[in-house]
């Protein structure tokens, strides 16, 4: 088992920044990948961000040059640096442990309750 919580959401005026923070715990040897999600209102879940055990980094087109998602592997926290933030950025945004095999990414075992992000015009 798998244990995450995020924190670091809220209230942001567009053009402004927010760090989201993902705490994990229990079986984190079980995975070798972490992501942040997000999921608007009547939305599908997103991916935004994707970073490997070895570093690697994946962002959706839309966050790219933006988001930063960065890790600290003695501490098994994972962040989500997020500038420019637009109106479209507004969501639930969630973090996820999952596992890789070369290209392929499979379905997160394990999710956290999500924080809320919410930019203003």
């Known amino acids: 088992q798998v244990q995450l919580v995020e924190s670091g959401g809220g209230l942001v005026q567009a053009g402004g920044s927010l760090r989201l923070s993902c705490a994990a715990s229990g079986s984190i040897a079980s995975i070798n990948a972490m992501a942040w999600y997000r999921q608007a209102p009547g939305k599908q879940r997103e991916l935004v961000a994707r970073i490997t055990s070895g570093g690697t980094t994946n962002y959706a087109d839309v966050v790219k040059d933006r988001f930063t998602i960065s890790r600290d592997n003695a501490k098994n926290m994972v962040y989500l640096q997020m500038n420019s933030l637009k109106p479209e950025d507004t969501a639930v945004y969630y973090c996820?442990?999952?596992?890789?095999?070369?290209?392929?990414?499979?379905?997160?075992?394990?999710w956290g309750q999500g924080t809320q992000v919410t930019v203003s015009s």
């Open positions: 996820a442990a999952q596992r890789f095999s070369g290209s392929t990414y499979f379905t997160p075992r394990y």
